[in-house]
């Protein structure tokens, strides 16, 4: 199995680095420009904090990561791919079972770097978005898990980078420097989607975006993954292994806040939002507008039902469906889907309408939780069920931009779809409750009253394990 070899590298790698000079020089002149970025625009303080960290250590199924305290700016940021598959073949597209490539082919150039471009850029934005969360932790077992989080989307943008810099010569080396010149939220160069330049101020949209929109990262790292480019199929693959944690973090914390809540509403004898939130807990209607919100601008991210572009990328080779094996036809020239529509269902080529396809895949994963969070409230004995929006509701791109339709996807008169827009998603008033609970909690053990502490430690550890020891 490919192992890493931390000692002698400046850069931890498993593609046999110190063998390609150029390129290690290139890479060894943009890590301190990463390491400038990590410090200004990455966790805001703790920077000289020891946080219990994993770190890779070979890319193999089992036994891939070794846990250790580790200040964040010596975290050993590196390239690691999973290993190659023998003779790989194109699984998808017009050229189905001929071999995967192990260059960028001349005609696909330009649309390859966009999308390692597109999907690197999201990396360090999510890094940007949550910097100022450490100061408003509710315990020291979720602030080591937002800095795992953290630097492991720094990992991802140095997996991106690496592809830049070996596949794609000078452009690449510039788009390279252009992913740490664009930050979150900027007025002149903001990040290129907007889900990554909205700040993440409160826990309880950390653990809303790592549940929805890591998981977005999870499905478009899968159809990376299926790619023919050779390079990035093994990049992705690698990535889906760490992507699993960030939403580990997400299910469990929201699942954490729905337990605190329904305490909450067992001690009181009440399931009255204001009585709770006097209580200091999250009432569930409050957290379903959260779930609307994030799931909703999570949903836009896969673009238009209908797009020339995926089609072209399916066709190509470039970007696969997740989980391309499990389906049977993988040219996709004859079959047809409905598509449903303000105006009614359509027929489309289902070739066109792939980002549909990977919306409804991605919308079942997103299922799972909320089974489980509905399990724990009905064996509390409360009627309320926690339900995903209907993938119609507040869509900023494709067929339904600007429909107003309402969270169960029925179509309102836009006066009314307004009125009631902060009865489904969180009004400034709601917002300044959820802020008002994020106090600071960092004693070993010991948890903000809004959230119930989780069922285990990490890696085998109590949960009083003294996770990040501040400095
Ligand atoms: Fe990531
Ligand atoms: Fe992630």
Partial sequence: MASINYSSDKIPNNVDLANDRTLQRA????????????????PSDFQKSDVYLRTA??????GWASYG????????WGIFLADPVAERKIGFGDNMGQPAWQQVPGEFRSTLRRLIVTQGDTEPASVEQQRLLGHTCPSLYDLRNLFQVNVEEGRH????????????????????????ARHSGDADKPRILTTFNEP???????????????????????????????????????????????MFVGETGIGRVVKRTLEVMKELGTEDPARLRAAGAVDLPLLQKYLNFWCSSSLDLFGSEVSSNSAANFANGLKGRPDESQYEDHVLRAAQLKLETPRGVEEVP?????????????????????????????RAGHALRLA???????????AWVNVPVTPEGKIVPREEYEKRLYAWIPSEQDRAFVRSLMQRVVEPG??????????????????????VRLS
């Fill in 27 to 42: 890479l060894e002149h943009w890590q301190p420009h990463f390491l400038d970025w990590w410090q200004h625009l990455g």
């Fill in 57 to 62: 250590t070979s890319v193999d199924a089992d």
């Fill in 69 to 76: 305290a580790v200040k964040m700016p010596e975290y050993r």
């Fill in 157 to 180: 943008l140095w997996a991106m980078v690496y592809l830049l810099h070996a596949y794609f010569g000078r452009d690449g080396r510039e788009e390279a420097e252009e992913l740490l």
């Fill in 200 to 246: 993440i101020s409160d826990w309880l949209s950390f653990y809303c975006f790592t549940y929805f929109t890591d998981r977005d990262g999870k499905y478009q790292l899968k159809s990376l993954a299926e790619s023919a480019f050779d390079p990035l199929s093994r990049t992705c693959r690698f990535m889906l292994t760490e992507e699993a944690h960030h």
């Fill in 350 to 378: 289902l070739l066109n309408a792939l980002n549909e396809v990977m919306r409804a895949s991605y919308l079942k994963d997103c299922e799972i939780g909320l089974k489980r969070w509905n399990r724990a409230i009905e």
């Fill in 388 to 398: 995903l929006p209907s993938p119609h509701f507040r869509r900023t791109i494709g």
């Fill in 446 to 467: 010991k948890m903000a009253g809004w959230v119930a502490p989780p069922e285990r430690g990490i890696n085998n550890l109590p949960v009083e394990y003294e996770y």
